[in-house]
C-alpha cells in the first residue's frame, strides 16, 4: 500500500513539472519582449496605443492602426466563420448519415491542414479578383448606405483577409463543435424527444446548452487563430496604416506589421518599436480571450 | 586490440590534417536584392578556387548590418549605406565595397499602354504622395501627347515590407522633390502617404497586374523577367530614359564617388544615365580578425569585380563601370589581415 502510494505522488510531482514549464515560458516570451522594447516603452509610455502614426523616416510610432487592423479582420472573420462553422458542425453530427460524415470530417481536417502562405497565393489570385469584380461591387450596391461598405473597391483589404482568415479559422470551429455536439449524451437527447420537442428544439435547448463551453472553446481557439495569422493576411490585407469604417480599405495588423518590417529594422527605436508591437500583439490576444469567455 | 587503436587514432590524426589544410568557409548576411549574382559568383569561384567556400544567407539588408555589426559574418551586405549612427556602432571601421549595381523601375497597368509611358521626376513625387490621382491629369497628358490615357483612378502600390529597392525609390524621390524629402523622407521602409502594400517585388507587380489603373515600382531585373510595362523617366537633362543595364551602369558616371563609396546614384547629372540607380555593397571591416578569411574575401573580390563582371548581364544587374572598379582596388589595397 505504501509504495504505491509514493509512486503516486511521484508521479503527481513528475506531471506538476509540465504545467510549470509552460509558465515559465510565456514568463519568459513576456519578460524579453518587455526588456527588448523598453527604449520604446520609455519613449512614447502609453500614446504608442493610440498614436495612428507609424514612420520609420522621422521615427515616430504608434500602434493604433494595427491594432484596429487586427480587431476588425479577426471579428468581421467570426461573423462569417461562426454560422457556417456551427452549422455545419450540427449537420455533420446531428443529420448526416454516418458516411458521409466521416467524408467531410476527413476534408475539414485537410483544410486545416494546408499552410498559410498557399491560402495567401490562392486569396491574391483567385479571391482579390473575385472580391473586385464581383463581391464588392455588389456589397456596394445593396448595402452602400452603410459606411462599412463604402469607398474604392481595390479587391485588396480588410474584408478580403477577413474572408482568407474566415476560411482559414472555420475547420477549427466544426472540428471542435462536431466533437462537443457528439459528446452530448444520447439520454438527454431522447429526454428531449420524449417531451415532444422537434429536432430543431432538442438542437436548441439540449445539445447547444450542454455543448456551449466545448462550442465557445472551438471559437476562442479560432480567434487566437485568427488574430495571431501573419502570411496570408499581409499578402491580401493591402498593408495601409489608416484607420477607415470601410471593410473595402486596405488596413495592417500587429503580426503583418512585424514580418514585414522586421528583417529591415536596423535603428533602435524602430526595432524597439516593432518588438512591443509584439508586447501589444500578446495582450490583445490575451484581453480578446479573457472577454470572449466571459461574454459568451 | 592494441593494433587496432593504433590504426584508428593514425586515421584520426590524418584527419586532422586534411581538416586544417581544407576549405576556409566562409560565411555572409545580407541583401536579398544581389542574392542571385552573389550565388552564381560563389559557384563559380568555388571552381577556381575549391579552398574557398562561401555561405550567403539572403535576410535582408537591415540584417546583413546587424550580423556583420556584431561580428556573427566575416561579411555583410546591403543595398542602402550604413548611417553614421550604424557605423559608429560597429566594433571596427567598416568598407562598403560596391559589388554591382541596380535600378528601380516604374511599372503600370494601363489598358493600351505599353511600356514607354513618360514620367517626369516632379509628375512621380506627386504621384506618390497623392497629388495627382488621375490618369488623364494635364501634367501627365502634356508629355504624352502619342498615349490615349483613360480618366481613371491612379492606385498607387509600394512594398510593404522593408526593403533596399524601397530604399533606392524614395531616395531618388526626396533627391527630386522637396514636399517628399520634409513630408515622407528616405528610409527602407517610409510612411507611405497614399496607397496600398504589397509584399515583394512579387506582391507589388501582383498588385499592379491586377488593379487597372496601378502603379508600382520594381527591381529592374524582375520587371524584364517578367515583361513588365514600364516608364521611361526624365533625367536632369530633359531627355526620357529607357531603364535597361547600359543606362544603368551610367549612373555611377554622372555622381562623383567618394573615397568610401557610401554615396546614392540617384539623379545622375550623366544625361544618358537611368535616374533611379544604385549601387549594392559588401560590408567588410578594414582590419580583418582572420588573416586567412580576410585573405580569401580579398582575393574574392578582386575576381568579383573583374572575371565575375561577366555574369552580370545575363542575371541582369548593371555591370560596374571601369572608373569604380579601380577605385574599388586601392580600397581593397588599406584592408589590413
Do not use: C
Not at chain 1, 209 to 229: H, Q
Not at chain 2, 205 to 218: E, F, N
Not at chain 2, 234 to 257: C, H, M, N, R, Y
Not at chain 2, 266 to 291: E, H, Q, R
Amino acid at each position: 500500500m505504501k509504495r504505491k502510494d509514493r509512486s503516486d505522488i511521484i508521479f503527481r510531482r513528475v506531471l506538476a513539472v509540465f504545467p510549470l514549464l509552460i509558465l515559465i515560458l510565456v514568463g519568459g516570451i513576456l519578460f524579453k519582449l518587455v526588456t527588448a522594447s523598453s527604449l520604446s516603452i520609455q519613449k512614447f509610455g502609453f500614446t504608442f496605443l493610440f498614436t495612428r502614426t507609424w514612420d520609420p523616416v522621422f521615427e515616430n510610432f504608434g500602434a493604433l492602426p494595427f491594432i484596429y487592423g487586427t480587431l476588425l479582420s479577426s471579428f468581421v472573420a467570426l461573423l462569417i466563420a461562426i454560422p457556417i462553422g456551427l452549422g455545419t458542425a450540427i449537420f455533420l453530427a446531428e443529420y448526416a448519415p454516418y458516411g458521409v460524415q466521416r467524408v467531410f470530417s476527413s476534408l475539414i481536417d485537410l483544410l486545416a491542414a494546408i499552410p498559410s502562405v498557399i491560402y495567401g497565393l490562392w486569396g491574391i489570385f483567385v479571391l482579390v479578383p473575385i472580391m473586385r469584380t464581383n463581391v464588392q461591387p455588389f456589397l456596394g450596391k445593396y448595402l452602400g448606405f452603410l459606411p462599412f461598405f463604402q469607398g474604392p473597391n481595390y479587391g485588396v483589404g480588410v474584408l478580403s483577409a477577413s474572408v482568407i482568415l474566415a476560411i482559414m479559422i472555420v475547420p477549427f470551429i466544426i472540428s471542435v463543435s462536431r466533437e462537443v455536439i457528439l459528446a452530448v449524451p444520447q439520454v438527454y437527447k431522447e429526454a428531449a424527444y420524449a417531451m415532444g420537442s422537434t429536432r430543431w428544439e432538442a438542437i436548441q435547448t439540449i445539445i447547444l446548452s450542454y455543448g456551449k463551453p466545448g462550442i465557445v472553446g472551438g471559437i476562442i481557439l479560432a480567434l487566437g487563430r485568427a488574430i495571431g495569422e501573419t502570411m496570408a493576411v499581409t499578402m491580401i490585407i493591402g498593408n495601409n496604416v489608416k484607420i477607415s469604417a470601410s471593410l473595402f480599405s486596405p488596413g495592417y495588423t500587429l503580426a503583418s506589421v512585424i514580418a514585414n518590417e522586421f528583417a529591415e529594422a536596423s535603428d533602435k527605436l524602430y526595432l524597439s518599436s516593432l518588438i512591443e508591437i509584439g508586447l501589444v500583439l500578446l495582450f490583445v490576444s490575451i484581453v480578446v480571450n479573457s472577454l470572449a469567455r466571459l461574454l459568451i | 586490440m592494441f593494433k587496432k587503436i593504433t590504426v584508428f587514432s593514425l586515421v584520426l590524426m590524418v584527419a586532422g590534417i586534411a581538416f586544417a589544410g581544407g576549405p576556409v568557409l566562409i560565411n555572409g548576411a545580407g541583401a536579398t536584392f544581389p542574392y542571385p549574382i552573389y550565388s552564381k559568383w560563389f559557384d563559380e569561384y568555388s571552381k577556381i578556387n575549391p579552398t574557398v567556400q562561401f555561405n550567403y544567407q539572403s535576410i535582408g539588408s537591415g540584417g546583413g548590418i546587424k550580423q556583420i555589426t556584431a561580428k556573427t559574418v566575416d561579411f555583410g551586405a546591403t543595398d542602402g549605406p550604413m548611417t553614421p549612427d550604424q557605423m559608429a556602432e560597429a566594433p571596427g571601421r567598416i568598407y562598403h565595397i560596391p559589388m554591382v549595381m541596380g535600378a528601380v523601375v516604374v511599372t503600370y497597368n494601363l489598358e493600351g499602354v505599353d511600356k514607354g509611358l513618360r514620367i517626369s521626376p516632379d509628375i512621380l513625387a506627386d504621384i506618390f504622395l497623392g497629388n495627382i490621382t488621375k490618369w488623364n491629369d494635364s501634367r501627365i497628358t502634356a508629355i504624352n501627347p502619342d498615349q490615349k490615357l483613360p480618366d481613371q483612378d491612379i492606385v498607387v502600390i509600394h512594398r510593404s515590407d522593408g526593403s533596399g529597392t524601397t530604399f533606392i525609390f524614395v531616395d531618388y524621390l526626396s533627391s527630386v522633390s522637396s514636399e517628399w524629402k520634409n513630408k515622407v523622407g528616405k528610409a527602407t521602409s517610409v510612411n507611405w502617404p497614399v496607397g496600398l502594400g504589397g509584399k515583394g517585388n512579387e506582391g507589388v507587380s501582383g498588385l499592379v497586374k491586377q488593379t487597372p489603373g496601378g502603379i508600382g515600382y520594381v527591381e529592374l531585373s524582375y520587371a524584364i523577367k517578367n515583361k513588365l510595362a514600364y516608364a521611361f523617366l526624365e533625367s536632369q537633362s530633359g531627355k526620357f530614359i529607357e531603364p535597361d543595364l547600359e543606362s544603368t551602369s551610367k549612373a555611377a558616371e554622372g555622381v562623383e564617388i567618394p573615397e568610401d563609396f557610401r554615396v546614392s546614384l540617384v539623379n545622375s547629372s550623366n544625361p544618358a544615365a537611368y535616374p533611379i540607380a544604385g549601387f549594392t555593397w559588401l560590408l567588410i571591416y578594414k582590419n580583418m580578425d582572420d588573416a586567412v578569411k580576410g585573405k580569401a574575401i580579398v582575393d574574392f573580390i578582386k575576381w568579383a569585380i573583374h572575371d565575375g563582371q561577366k555574369y552580370t548581364e545575363k542575371l541582369l544587374y548593371a555591370p560596374l563601370p571601369d572608373k569604380v572598379v579601380e577605385m574599388i582596388e586601392n580600397r581593397l589595397g588599406q584592408i589590413k589581415y
